[in-house]
């Protein structure tokens, strides 16, 4: 029986040749018939990728029994068989695109200088302990239809944006107090954390493992309200039945989960809408013609 798996990983670690490690990571996938996207830099690898379970299982033995990535943490999640439509392995200057290339220090032990790591359970001792603030790492798209109670959702359209956004001064009142960083698996709050830290943030911490980690064991009854926005062709996936419906269609308000592209092809834009409206996706930039609205 077909039994399609996804698995979401990343690993900061030095890397003295990021394109042999490239080579073999694509020719690896190739060989076991993986598709998904993975980034690789002098900072580490960081990935997504899909294909039967008894491939990615291999797939994930094989990457493990290179010394540097022996401890990666690996997240599975269910899969449909056609969740990515090709493979890419591509090596680049960061592996989450702050910009700041220059600011990220990593040993082998991974990122330095970064936030405090939380699991779940520690995350909810520190919030019965004293009151924190939730800081979201990701695109402000991702969070309409998901993110922490209360949380700061920075109006960020790319991760690019962060660097300029902590440096604006908006954040600045959250210099002394307790800062929780969350973001889908993780990473990108590796890298936002030490960047908070170098820019002043006296107590910041990550959500070890990101939203997904913290899905796993609370699932719905926890902190987390609503739907998880995902790389893939998914675009959101639910904990529990019991997901709350925290988006709202750009169209007509109804809530609604659903995340659909801008219907101009050369957009990149994400929006909410209905299933009654998910042929009518236009951002500003591409509004829909008189005789649609």
């Known amino acids: 029986m077909s039994v399609p798996k996804i698995v979401l990983y990343y690993c900061f670690t030095p890397l003295a040749d990021p394109d042999a490690i490239r080579l073999w990571q694509r020719d690896l996938c190739e060989s076991l018939g993986l598709k998904g996207r ?3 830099s002098p900072h580490g690898i960081n990935g997504t990728v899909g294909g039967e379970l008894a491939d990615v299982k291999r797939y994930v033995r094989k ?5 540097p990535f022996k401890g990666m943490d690996i997240k599975w999640s269910e899969g449909t068989g056609d969740d990515f439509p090709r493979l890419s392995v591509r090596v680049r200057d960061e592996l989450v695109s702050f910009g700041a290339p220059g600011e990220l220090m990593v040993d082998e032990h991974g990122v330095v200088g970064g936030g405090t790591h939380l699991s ?3 995350l909810h001792d520190l919030v019965a302990e004293k009151e924190v603030t939730f800081f979201d790492g990701r695109n402000a798209f991702e969070a309409q239809i998901g993110r922490f109670k209360d949380a700061v959702v920075p109006d960020v359209a790319t ?5 300029a956004e902590l440096d604006s001064g908006r954040y600045d009142h959250l210099k002394d ?4 960083t969350y973001c889908t698996g993780g990473i990108r709050c590796e890298v936002l954390s030490s960047l908070m830290v170098q820019r002043g943030f006296r107590e910041v911490y990550q ?3 990101g939203i997904v980690r913290y899905g796993e064991k609370y699932g719905d009854a926890g902190l987390w309200e609503g739907s998880l926005y995902v790389f893939d062709q998914r675009k959101a996936v639910q904990f529990t039945d019991a997901a709350a419906t925290v988006g709202r269609c750009h169209r007509c308000d109804t809530p609604t989960s659903r995340m659909e592209n801008c219907r101009d092809l050369s957009c990149r834009t994400q929006l909410v809408v209905c299933d009654a409206h998910a042929d009518e996706t236009a951002c500003a930039e591409h509004p829909l013609p008189d005789s649609v609205r």
Do not use: K, N, W
């Open 207 to 209: 959500l070890d493992g």
């Open 63 to 67: 990457t493990r029994e290179y010394a």
């Open 177 to 180: 107090e307790p800062v929780v």
């Open 38 to 40: 993975i980034l690789i």
């Open 159 to 163: 991760t690019r944006d962060f660097v």
């Open 120 to 122: 779940p359970e520690q």
